[in-house]
């Protein structure tokens, strides 16, 4: 930025900023200040030891506010952040009829009082900082801005929950459903906004990846061809078995991946929060299996790849039978969705690329032994592997029956639980555990959020957040 042009001085940048801070932008004075401002419903000021408000590191700030705002505070003493006395009730009541709640609902989902949420949507009156947070995570709203600046694409989310939770609606997703894709959805949010003020980039940038707009039958065929372009664009050899997909999406990709509680009938869903889409993946249901989890994150990613937006819209849920494996010399796989069809193709073939499973195989006769050899060599369930057999080799496989079905190996399930079992602070919801956790960690390691930020981010104590178990956590993911 050009300080000449801007008239922001010298004295001005050590006015906000302190003049033991360094550089010739505000963003690089902010980075090397120690100076911290406090937040409230209306307000931004300069931090003091008895502030109440939402304490905040000056990068993160300078980011929510801008320079002129943080001048104002310590000029005047304060600097106003709404524009009138209808926010941020309008902002709360208008997500909360957008995504179908009512007054106590929501309050139960927040964990704070109904009068709360009465008051926090009742113009002109004041509520504390903390509690219209608690407000934004269910509702999907992006506190930092609450009341300051629009809330990009979040609304529009609300009325696709809505929708999917009404009882005509294809999911019949219900409200602690609804709330856990909500919160989904700020985590994404605060992920790609975090990732911003790092400056990390993607390893792999999505961009790479053209949009594929071909449904035409047979759509496996798509699929198959899909899967073999993703690895040759991701540098990946053609047929080894995939590692680990939980590292190959969130670490390789950057595509932010939540792993949290739905109902158990639900797989996975994308989620666009704004223009970035994210990855949703249960932990309940068949997914405790890491080898069913493994097939939904890789029909998600299939979708996150290659589907065009529109067939997407904001947020797209699926179910365990949506990640059935096809017969496809089924005619009746014509009846479904060509989409699902072509994301479950991607999938099988992404994890087990059919040219390596029918060098495994060979011509033999196949026994539950090759099926099970398929499953474990490639990480996936035995029943997928049975189907995917027999679409190779164009043969009718019966899947294996009994109880003595293969486990996954412990490696296996070290690489895609490890971040939510050894996560070092204890009883934080799964949902920000992970790539999230760690971006938290850098942010904070790196002063461009403060301890108080951390600590409400991660919903824990700031005596959990130290240097030590930042690193241990950013350490974690590194795996």
Request: with cysteine; aromatic share 6%; proline share 6%.
């Amino acid at each position: 930025m050009d300080f000449a042009m801007s008239g922001f001085s010298t004295a001005d940048l050590d006015k906000v900023f302190g003049p033991e801070s360094c550089g010739d932008t505000p963003e690089k004075r902010a980075r090397s200040s120690r100076r911290e401002f406090v937040r409230g419903q209306t307000m931004l000021a300069e931090a003091s030891a008895e502030a109440t408000g939402r304490r905040l590191a000056a990068a993160e700030a300078l980011a929510n506010y801008g320079f002129e705002k943080l001048l104002a505070a310590v000029e005047e003493g304060q600097a106003p952040l709404v524009p009138g006395r209808s926010e941020p009730a309008r902002t709360i009541q208008s997500h909360r009829n957008a995504l179908g709640y009512t007054p106590e609902e929501l309050a139960r989902l927040a964990k704070v009082d109904a009068n709360d949420v009465v008051k926090a949507e009742t113009p002109g009156q004041v509520s504390p900082i903390r509690i219209l947070e608690r407000l934004a995570r269910p509702l999907a709203i992006d506190e930092r801005i609450l009341g300051f600046a629009t809330q990009g694409g979040t609304e529009e989310l609300g009325v696709r929950l809505r929708e999917l939770a009404a009882p005509q609606g294809n999911a019949r997703l219900t409200s602690t459903t609804v709330a856990a894709l909500a919160e989904s959805a700020w985590v994404i949010g605060r992920q790609t906004s975090l990732l911003s003020m790092i400056g990390e980039r993607n390893t792999k940038s999505l961009e790479t990846f053209q949009v594929d707009d071909d449904y035409e039958y047979p759509t496996y065929e798509r699929g198959y061809r899909l899967a073999a372009q993703a690895r040759q664009l991701l540098g990946l050899p053609p047929e080894p078995p995939i590692k680990s997909m939980r590292s190959l999406v969130s670490s390789m990709l950057n595509i932010p991946l939540v792993q949290t509680t739905l109902s158990e009938n639900l797989a996975g869903a994308t989620i666009a929060i704004g223009e970035v889409r994210g990855i949703v993946v249960n932990i309940q249901g068949r997914n405790r299996n890491v080898w069913v989890r493994r097939m939904t994150l890789a029909h998600e990613l299939g979708h996150m790849l290659w589907d065009p937006a529109e067939r997407l819209n904001r947020l797209t849920v699926d179910g365990y039978s949506d990640l059935t494996v096809d017969k496809y010399s089924d005619n009746s796989v014509i009846r479904r969705d060509p989409v699902e069809i072509r994301a479950n193709a991607f999938a099988i073939a992404f994890l087990a690329p059919p040219s390596a499973v029918d060098k495994m195989v060979g011509h033999a006769e196949i026994t539950p032994s090759a099926v099970f050899e398929v499953a474990q060599h490639f990480g996936i369930s035995v029943t997928a592997a049975a189907a995917h057999i027999g679409n190779v080799r164009r043969v009718e496989v019966v899947p294996p029956r009994g109880s003595k079905f293969p486990e996954p190996s412990d490696e296996m399930r070290g690489q895609e639980d490890f971040t939510i079992d050894y996560f070092p602070i204890k009883g934080i919801p799964p949902a920000l555990v992970g790539k999230f956790a760690s971006i938290v960690a850098q942010a904070f390691r790196e002063g461009l959020i403060s301890r108080d930020t951390a600590a409400t981010f991660l919903q824990t104590t700031e005596d959990n957040i130290s240097q030590d178990i930042m690193e241990s956590i950013i350490n974690l993911t590194r795996r």
